[in-house]
């Protein structure tokens, strides 16, 4: 099996600040924006850390994009003959598909927010009673962004797990259990390890 290490590591660097970045601000930049003061101070802060997050969370979903391509050309043989890895590669594609879905939603979502000029806000995405009362449509915003704020790490950190797991798939041991030869083929184990 040929090394791909730079596609392994756009894959894997992509993917963990995608998890990471995203679950980091969940769990700290929209608590820690609640610190601020007042609930105005709180939406200013809480919307200035998730447009910051932003371009940087872009660069590395298109990391972990070219990475996964990447991996899939240089085990294209192994999708095909080892037995298990087509349907982990199938998970894996529904799993990013639903993450690249969330994600962009919730970006949407986060523009209507900011657009809003930092509306009030308890917590980063916990509208203020000022703000459900002024500007329904905004505060729903918030109602969705503090959901999908849990949803993405989800995704991704299930992406995680299937990856770990397609690692293991590539263990010599696995691959010779997994293989599936066509009779017509003088293929072995080894040529797909090699």
Do not use: C
């Amino acid at each position: 099996m040929a090394r791909n290490t730079m596609s392994r590591a756009l894959h894997d660097l992509g993917l963990s600040a995608w998890f990471g970045g995203t679950l980091a601000n969940a769990v700290a930049l929209n608590a820690a924006a609640a610190e601020a003061g007042t609930d105005a101070a709180t939406g200013r802060v809480a919307n200035a850390g998730w447009d910051r997050w932003t371009p940087i969370n872009a660069v590395a979903i298109g990391a972990h994009l070219v990475g996964s391509v990447g991996q899939l050309r240089a085990n294209k043989q192994r999708v095909a003959q080892q037995q298990g890895v087509a349907g982990m590669s199938t998970l894996k594609t529904l799993l990013t598909a639903a993450a690249l879905g969330a994600t962009a939603y919730s970006r949407v979502l986060g523009q209507r927010v900011s657009a809003a000029e930092n509306p009030p806000s308890r917590r980063g995405t916990k509208p203020s009673r000022r703000t459900k009362a002024l500007a329904p449509d905004v505060a729903a915003a918030q109602e969705q962004l503090d959901t999908l704020q849990w949803v993405i790490p989800a995704l991704t950190g299930a992406l995680v797990a299937v990856s770990s797991y397609a690692g293991e798939q590539q263990r010599p041991s696995e691959v010779a259990k997994g293989i599936t030869v066509p009779a017509t083929t003088r293929r072995t184990a080894e040529d797909l390890i090699q």
